[in-house]
């Protein structure tokens, strides 16, 4: 058959990057690994928010709204993972092996402008938010080790500024690591301190309840605050809890790996069930047994608002878990925004030396190293830039919500859901189309007021 013959038949068929052919290796990915990726991919810093979470809306909207949350999340995998192949979702032979790359594939190059707009921001934002928590942490510890030495009631302030710049300058030198193939060991260790610094707020939060023999909180949320404070601090808590969930943007690259048969798209979708239940647990744990812990006063970061004082030690080894998580999650979020530029760039000045040639660099004591102009000037800006907006606005809780609520309607649910339309050839006024759309329009109002509550709180967090 023909290449004429091949494009009358199928037009997304033309457009394919990548067919079954081209991978230079095997698939060998089961359900197993891909919910290792899912479940490593998911749980991060957003969790230490989710017990403040619970105390703005309650036991009955707290635990209602992450189930929400998971749901709608399931509803955005499940769609992505009929639009990896194409034309056909469980046979066809061409591939999507990114976000973008499907994004482009169904709905054409403006769209893909747009998402990679997002897509950028949400990494931007992402290595403002690290910033933001890794200070935090570092503050944490000395006030921990001050408490346990002058008592709890000591006035153990220490600021945040010095902390942020000392984070800087470590990024500084992690980030001129060239791309993601040379840094794996990075991200197996992020993934490690992950969970270690998450399991041990909840067993904290546990523990906390058993002192106390009580289960704090109320069924409506934080009763000291006003009407309009309480609609506010509402709509951000939704925010936090957006940050915490999707992972869409990554669910292409885990789907790539699987081995078929069974079809890549069903064990996908076992595979977003049973971790997205398991995370959901998970959350539900911590989030619950912090604002049984603290009621009303929990604090908007688990492990650094000093509800716990002690065993000191152990505040001070899951500060210390997050502080290397955050170290490598900074670049988990801001490499794919360095290859995007630095391709760019390579793209539009093909003989630049500044941005192309390679200069071998011995330094005392150290092995040698490749150095890219670009690399180095363009990198030690970046994070100068987020190290500069983190010391301007280091309000943990705030920052999340605004990036959840912002990024949450656009790259979880607006571009699956036209995928999917496209994929599946669905018509405009059918009942599927109608369906779909009234879910992407809700959530899309959920979204704006969380924005709305996220930013309102950011502001005032400025101006106080």
Same mark, same amino acid.
């Given at each position: 058959m023909g290449v004429e013959e091949e494009t009358q038949q199928s037009p997304l068929l033309e457009s394919s990057k990548h067919s079954d052919s081209e991978r230079p290796f095997k698939r060998t990915g089961t359900i197993w690994t891909a919910m290792a990726h899912i479940i490593t991919g998911v749980i991060g810093a957003g969790v230490l928010s989710l017990a403040w979470s619970m105390a703005q809306l309650g036991w009955f909207v707290g635990p209602f709204a992450m189930l929400l949350f998971a749901a709608i999340t399931l509803v955005s995998a499940s769609l992505l993972c009929d639009c990896y192949r194409f034309p056909d979702p469980e046979y066809g032979p061409g591939r999507n092996r990114s976000?973008?790359?499907a994004v482009q594939? !169904?709905? /054409? &190059?403006? #769209?893909?402008?747009?998402?990679?707009?997002?897509?950028? &921001?949400? =990494?931007?934002?992402?290595?403002? $938010? !690290?910033?933001? %928590?890794t200070a935090t942490s570092v503050r944490a510890i000395h006030r921990s080790n001050c408490y346990h030495k002058e008592g709890h009631d000591a006035v153990c302030f220490y600021g945040e500024n010095t902390y942020i710049l000392l984070f800087g300058a470590v990024q500084v030198i992690v980030s001129q690591i060239p791309d993601f193939?040379?840094? %794996?060991?990075? #991200?197996?260790? $992020? $993934?490690?301190? #992950?969970? #270690?610094?998450?399991?041990?707020?909840?067993?904290?939060?546990f523990a906390k309840v058993i002192e106390n023999g009580v289960i704090k909180g109320s069924m409506g949320g934080n009763p000291t605050v006003s009407t309009t404070?309480?609609?506010?601090?509402?709509?951000?808590?939704?925010?936090?809890?957006a940050y %915490?969930? @999707? !992972?869409?943007?990554?669910? =292409?690259?885990?789907?790539d790996t699987l081995k078929s048969p069974p079809q890549e798209n069903q064990t996908m979708k076992s595979a977003s069930t049973a971790s997205v239940f398991i995370t959901t647990i998970f959350y539900l744990l911590c989030g619950c047994f912090g604002y049984a812990a603290f009621g009303s006063d929990t604090p908007g970061n688990l492990l650094t608002g000093f509800g716990f004082y002690e065993p000191y030690w152990l505040v001070d080894v899951a500060n210390a878990c997050i502080i290397l998580h955050l170290v490598g999650g900074y670049q988990v979020y801001s490499q794919p925004l360095f290859a995007f530029v630095e391709r760019w760039f390579g793209q539009?000045? @093909?003989?630049?030396? =500044?941005?192309?040639?390679?200069y071998a660099v011995k330094l005392p004591l150290l092995p040698a190293f490749q150095l890219n102009p670009l690399r180095l000037c363009f990198r030690t800006v970046y994070v100068m830039s987020t190290t500069v907006l983190a010391m301007m606005f280091p309000y943990f809780n705030q920052v999340l919500g605004v990036l959840g609520a912002f990024n949450f309607w656009p790259l979880a649910i607006y571009f699956p859901v036209e995928m999917y339309l496209v994929q599946r050839n669905i018509g405009a006024w059918t009942n599927k189309w109608i369906l779909l759309q009234t879910f992407s329009m809700l959530t899309l109002l959920v979204s704006v007021l969380a =924005?709305? /509550?996220? %930013?309102?709180?950011?502001?005032s967090a400025k101006l106080s």
């Open positions: 976000y973008m790359e594939l !169904y709905l /054409g &190059e403006n #769209s893909k402008r747009l998402c990679g707009l997002f897509l950028q &921001e949400s =990494f931007y934002g992402g290595g403002i $938010a !690290y910033t933001i %928590a193939h040379n840094m %794996a060991w990075l #991200s197996i260790v $992020a $993934a490690i301190m #992950s969970f #270690s610094y998450s399991l041990i707020g909840l067993g904290l939060g404070d309480k609609l506010w601090l509402v709509l951000q808590a939704l925010g936090d809890i %915490a969930y @999707p !992972y869409g943007t990554i669910l =292409f690259e885990i789907q539009n000045f @093909p003989d630049s030396g =500044f941005v192309n040639n390679l =924005f709305i /509550g996220s %930013a309102q709180g950011l502001v």
